[in-house]
């Protein structure tokens, strides 16, 4: 945590110079990962390094969970990385850890903590973490005792409006930052929920998807009708920033690191290895669509799959190898199988958006946007800009102080379409009969990555004692 301080208050050092001469800030928007484990203890200092939600150590508490029946309970479906299950983890292995800590934060809030010297957090942090009522947007000791995990209701921080001033920089920070002392900082909001405000989706028509760590996908819709759908395919429902609205989600586990994966691990590295590379993509682009019959599942995180479908002992997998691939095919079938697993996540969404809008990384790769385009069945569009959730934190910041008179008002003023790709007909129908394959092959591994599992839990614990 305090590493992760160091690098936000070198990288606003940075931003401060180099805009020197070109205007003045009038407030600070703030966003961040989710989820997670964030612990202070009662000097407001770090009780350890902070736990990211990607870790896999709490598999078998959601699955306890699942097979309670209570994962849902929030209106969001708990997942293996929210400081709930972490919580539960340091209860049952390390009770000294919640002892210590007299605050569970998110990294947003303790970047704000760090700014403004105060504690808060909002609607959409605590939502997605599965802490609040998702349709109250208030704290329930009610949902908490289904959990066991009444204790830290009173280790959460106080919860403000995301678009709420919550303090000024503080005459420590603005020597760490070079920031004025005394610029307002906005309460802010989770990364998914600021993307969506950056990449302008206002109504269900348009749909955001963040290709990044997780390829999360997301549908802004004004009620809270599908706070109570059923069955182990239902999407989350998580608070947006403002009160009136709400997010309709599926979150993958992995979206990026498959490509990052496979091109750091298993590609040559006397090549330039990215997909930025030109050479690279005219190579993927010869391959034809569909990969030559090879399926790539990206399951590829620790804590299995959440979205659609929970399963934590889900696994990466290749499907369909021949002597006659190249490693492009493989690369390819890497891309595709993200494609998939976002068609699967819109397959199983109660509203059918007619375009989405892409953000993250992997909105920068022409080439695989248009693969998303083919695979969905749906326009992509992609915005200006580079960092989409902090596009949406200063849109916040601004309507936070009235320089835009609403959040509405900030989008259409600042959010411009850039590209915008259309499905290619023979295309989108190899993908839909792909899809078909993906999803029967999904179902012929269920029990088998349960047994996988076992398999690795047996014997790399005799390896560990041999």
Same mark, same amino acid.
């Given at each position: 945590m305090v590493v992760s301080w160091r690098e936000v208050s070198a990288t606003i050092r940075d931003t401060v110079k180099s805009i020197e001469g070109k205007g003045e800030i009038k407030a600070i928007g703030v966003t961040g990962q989710g989820d997670g484990f964030w612990p202070l203890d009662k000097n407001f200092k770090p009780v350890q390094d902070a736990?990211?939600?990607?870790?896999?150590?709490? !598999?078998?508490?959601?699955?306890?969970?699942?097979? %309670?029946?209570?994962?849902? *309970?929030?209106?969001?479906?708990?997942?293996? +990385?929210?400081?709930?299950?972490?919580?539960?983890?340091?209860?049952? *292995?390390?009770?000294?850890?919640?002892?210590?800590?007299? $605050?569970i934060l998110f990294c947003k809030d303790w970047i704000k903590y760090c700014l403004t010297g105060e504690i808060v957090t909002d609607p959409t942090d605590l939502s997605d973490a599965s802490l609040i009522d998702v349709q109250k947007r208030a704290f329930s000791r009610a949902l908490l005792k289904d959990f066991d995990m009444e204790e830290i209701l009173e280790k959460l921080p106080p919860m403000k409006k995301s678009t709420e001033i919550i303090g000024y920089i503080t005459e420590a920070a603005s020597r760490q930052t070079g920031l004025n002392k005394g610029i307002p900082v906005v309460n802010g909001m989770i990364d998914i929920a600021a993307s969506v405000i950056g990449a302008g989706v206002i109504d269900p028509s348009v749909a955001c998807t963040i290709v990044g760590t997780t390829l999360f996908n997301e549908i802004v819709i004004d009620n809270s009708h599908f706070r109570d759908l059923k069955g182990s395919n239902r999407p989350s429902l998580i608070c947006h920033g403002t009160e009136n609205r709400w997010l309709l989600a599926f979150g993958t586990m992995t979206g990026t690191p498959n490509i990052d994966w496979f091109l750091s691990k298993l590609f040559d590295q006397s090549c330039n290895s990215s997909l930025a590379d030109k050479e690279l993509v005219q190579e993927l682009e010869r391959i034809p669509a569909g990969s030559d019959?090879?399926?790539?599942?990206? $399951?590829? +995180?620790?804590?299995?799959?959440?979205?659609?479908?929970?399963?934590?002992?889900?696994?990466?997998?290749?499907?369909?190898?021949?002597?006659?691939? @190249? /490693?492009?095919?493989?690369?390819?079938?890497? !891309?595709?199988?993200?494609?998939? @697993? %976002?068609?699967? !996540?819109?397959? *199983?969404?109660?509203?059918?958006? /007619?375009?989405?809008?892409?953000?993250?990384?992997g909105s920068k790769c022409d080439f695989w946007c248009q693969i998303f385009a083919n695979c969905v069945g749906k326009p992509i569009q992609v915005t200006y800009g580079d960092e989409i959730g902090a596009k949406g934190a200063a849109i916040t910041a601004a309507a936070s102080i009235g320089y835009f008179n609403s959040l509405e008002e900030g989008m259409a003023s600042m959010v411009r379409v850039a590209k915008s790709f259309d499905p290619h007909p023979m295309e989108k129908q190899i993908y839909s009969d792909g899809y078909r394959l993906y999803q029967k092959i999904v179902r012929s591994m269920w029990d088998i990555w349960d047994e996988n599992k076992n398999f690795i839990q047996k014997y790399s614990k005799n390896k560990e004692t041999t």
């Open positions: 736990l990211l939600w990607i870790d896999g150590r709490t !598999c078998s508490i959601i699955s306890r969970w699942d097979e %309670m029946g209570i994962i849902g *309970n929030s209106g969001r479906v708990v997942f293996s +990385g929210s400081p709930l299950a972490y919580a539960t983890w340091y209860a049952e *292995n390390k009770p000294e850890v919640l002892e210590k800590t007299q $605050y019959g090879i399926f790539y599942h990206p $399951y590829l +995180g620790e804590g299995g799959e959440r979205a659609p479908f929970f399963k934590p002992t889900a696994a990466a997998q290749f499907t369909g190898l021949k002597s006659r691939h @190249s /490693k492009y095919h493989l690369i390819r079938a890497v !891309c595709e199988g993200v494609a998939y @697993s %976002m068609k699967d !996540c819109y397959a *199983n969404f109660p509203i059918d958006p /007619k375009m989405i809008r892409i953000a993250g990384g």
